[in-house]
């Protein structure tokens, strides 16, 4: 089972999995779009409309679950399928890695066998 702590950052609570070794459960979606926006040094901005379309999507596809309404402030945690979805999505995205890697290194095996040729 994951252990789970609560980090109280930027006036909003993220829900951290200690066991995946990285932040993986969702606060509010105004805690998402700060921690989104600090994880990637400000290159992935995302609007809330942008967010709480996804956040609806997520909600419907049960990766993630709201837990709180506070108001207007709606707080969610992800579930055992959005771990799986999350875990599957960074294997997928770094086999992408790994075959942009293999092309660059034959791409440079084509230029160096075809200097030789040439």
């Given at each position: 089972m994951a252990a789970y702590v609560i980090n109280k950052k930027l006036n909003c609570t993220i829900?951290?999995?200690a066991s995946m070794g990285c932040e993986t459960c969702i606060?509010?979606?105004?805690?998402a779009i700060e921690f989104?926006?600090?994880h990637t040094n400000g290159r992935v901005q995302i609007g809330p409309a942008t967010l709480y379309t996804i956040l609806g999507k997520f909600?419907?596809?049960?990766?993630?679950?709201?837990?709180?309404?506070?108001?207007r402030k709606r707080t969610y945690v992800i579930t055992e399928k959005g771990k799986d979805a999350y875990n599957t999505e960074l294997v997928r995205l770094r086999q992408c890695i790994l075959d942009s890697d293999n092309v660059q290194s034959f791409n440079q095996y084509w230029r160096d066998r075809h200097e030789?040729?040439?």
């Open positions: 829900i951290t999995d606060g509010t979606g105004t805690c989104i926006d600090k909600e419907k596809e049960k990766y993630i679950k709201e837990i709180s309404v506070e108001g030789k040729t040439t």
